[in-house]
């Protein structure tokens, strides 16, 4: 997957080999520097660390189902 089909506020499978020891993460494409795809970063889920999207090789969409319990207990 390119970088330049990144979306705003999506999570992504990346991985890169000058973080997390080439490991797999999550990642989020964060517009908290602007708007302008120029200005986008790739921020690690639960921490603040921000990431050039050139840092990284996105390999796939991550999609999270929601479980029907997990639901019911959040209600």
């Known amino acids: 997957m390119s970088n330049t089909s990144l979306v705003p506020g999506a999570l992504y499978w990346a991985r890169s080999p000058k973080h997390f020891d080439g490991n797999v993460t999550v990642v989020q494409v964060s517009t908290i520097f602007g708007d302008d795809p120029d200005y986008w970063t790739l921020a690690v889920i639960g921490s603040d ?17 929601v479980d029907d319990s997990l639901r019911q207990a959040a209600e």
Not at 49 to 65: D, G, R, Y
């Open 49 to 65: 660390q921000h990431f050039m999207p050139s840092e990284f090789e996105i390999l796939a969409v991550a999609e999270f189902s």
